[in-house]
């Protein structure tokens, strides 16, 4: 009897599973051929984020020599590694095999030519390239199992009367399947409407912002658009790209932007205040960094005393590596601007008890205070910003703004090697895991540090800081400071921040963010069905929303907290894994696709205890 397994969601995360999946059938021998039905309503590959429709004007976040779906050898996996191209790579191959018989369109042509390994792509090519890495995986699954794809939605999961699932498709149709997998990625949040907008009409919930129609405002509208990460970019780019707006260089290579007289004012402003740090291109010039506070026998001891507390048992040593990072680097690799040796430095650093113990350690090695590290400021930028008017608030911002992208051009491997500290937030054992962390920092606390990761990870490329410097000279878009609170008047809205003393009449609101990954209030009828099915994870008396799935595999755990017999895989939103939206980087061993990985060993493993024989090749 061949296993059947039904794969809902087509878009990068479930087509990393399926060819995890394939890379398995590839090592075995078996006398039942599987049987695997893949569930896709959008584009195979893209899905709805990535899809190929969406303006060229919205880029990446990630390089394009970083992004890819292929588990190569860097990869620590339980099925066989397949190597495969990057963005870059395959942009490349692009230009090389293009013909005048068989010409790329003009915008792909023009991207293709200039693309470079550091170059931040339109999300459009990725979703090109998501689509090729479909068509290729097909043509490998195809010789392993019999592949169904259906281009619907999946309603609901239910289990069957005999054994396996009843998979209800919104076709009509049902799939009978004997272990299923769902990884439908981001869906809309079915929340009610926030209290401070109450029946005000211009608003704009949190959603995926290229699917937002915002032809409702009108040229001049005054938009307040709360949250200053990546959709808040994405906002902005269909505002003014989008609306006929051009970004130019003048003679001295500043970048201006020439208005098309339909934007409208924009006031940008978030709980931090200040946007994602911008990323730059750093190659490192000192030696490697060993980490010197997540060495693998604190983070044993760490593990072996879960449930921890993320503000006192961890966060304190995550800064404390950025900090040692950096200082790594400046050390190694700007000596002129230090005093000692780096291996005493580190030693004297690591073995230092207290805050005051190390600031004394930094101000004796590194004699000019411009090049110490204050992680609290590094984390809230506006600390130095008192209270003001619009004028002195938006200029004060914008100088900031413009300082902080001086100092990451100039000394981009620095930048680099903050980051290189943050990003060990991705240690796997230790962090992805729900259960690592206490009820009250999963409830209370894990949002905020999320936040300051994305913050210092997560940031758009140096030329939209270029960008939105440009669009506050031309009048478009104004800074008004950290937390924000509307008002309702009589006529319409207003807001002030912490730093904004004078209140701004706002004639629409753009909650600039992605929904609330909850399956309980979720627009996917699959997701909520699932939720009520399974009930959704509660810590200290309150509901996540979340499904709760074991670790690594995402099996969705029954009511004792095991998954055993469990036919259900939940992956990424809104599992409670916490590994949801991280993008798979090149030759970097990324938890992502290690993820995915452990669930297509676990799917495997499952279908072939209880049906069919067999053996690795």
Known sequence: MSP????IGGGPRGLSILERICAGLESIE???????????????GAGRIWNTDQPDTVQLNVRADELTLF???????????????????????????????????????????????????????????????????????ERVADLHIHRCRATSVEPAADTGELVNLSDGSTLHSDLVVVCVGHVDDAARRPAEIGSFGAYFPPGYAVDV??????????????GMGLAAI????????????????DVTGRVRYRVSGREPKVFLTSRRGFPNLCKVDGDFRGDDFEPGFFTPERVAELLDRRPLELATDYWPLLTLEAELSYYCELFTGFPSRVRCDWGAFRREFIEAGTRAERDVLIASAVPDSAHHLNITAYLDPLSHVGAGDLRAIDSVIAQTIEAILGQRRNDPSLTSAISRGFGLA?????????????????????????????????????SRFDE??????????????????????????????????????????????????RADRSESSLLRQLGE?????????????????????????????????????????????????????????????????????????AAYSSVGHLTHR
């Open 426 to 462: 991705g240690l796997g054992d230790l962090t992805h895991d729900a259960d690592t962390w206490s009820d009250g920092s999963r409830i209370a606390e894990f949002g905020r540090y999320s936040s300051d990761i994305k913050f210092v990870l997560g940031g758009p490329p140096a």
């Open 4 to 7: 059947i397994i039904t794969i």
């Open 234 to 249: 994405d906002s902005l780019v269909l505002l003014t790209l989008e609306r006929g707006g051009r970004f130019l260089r």
């Open 468 to 517: 939105l410097l440009a669009l506050r000279e031309a009048g478009i878009v104004r800074f008004i400071g950290a937390r924000p609170q509307l008002r309702p008047t009589s006529s319409g809205l207003t807001v002030t921040t912490v730093h904004l003393t004078e209140p701004i009449h706002v004639d629409a609101v753009i909650d600039a963010w992605l929904p609330t990954a």
């Open 71 to 141: 588990a190569d050898e860097s990869y620590e996996v339980r099925n066989p590694p397949v190597p495969g191209p990057s963005l870059y790579d395959w942009a490349c191959g692009m230009r090389e095999h293009a013909t005048e018989a068989e010409p790329l369109e003009s915008w792909i042509a023009s991207v293709v030519d200039s693309i470079t390994p550091t170059t931040f792509a339109p999300r459009k090519l990725a979703g090109m390239y998501l689509r090729w890495f479909a068509d290729q995986l097909i043509q490998r699954i």
């Open 533 to 605: 099915r399974f009930g959704t994870e509660v810590r200290n008396g309150t509901t996540t929303g979340m499904i709760r799935v074991s670790h690594w595999t995402n099996r969705v755990c029954t009511g004792d907290g095991g998954d055993s017999g469990n036919n259900v895989f939940v992956v990424g939103l809104p599992s409670s894994s916490l590994l949801t939206n991280m993008i798979p980087v090149k030759g970097a061993n990324s938890a992502i696709l290690r993820e995915s990985d452990a669930v297509a060993h676990a799917v495997l493993s």
């Open 30 to 44: 078996s006398t039942d051929r599987p049987i695997i039905h893949v569930v896709e309503p959008h584009e195979l």
């Open 213 to 226: 129609d915002y032809s409702d405002i009108r040229p001049d509208d005054h938009v307040l658009v709360r």
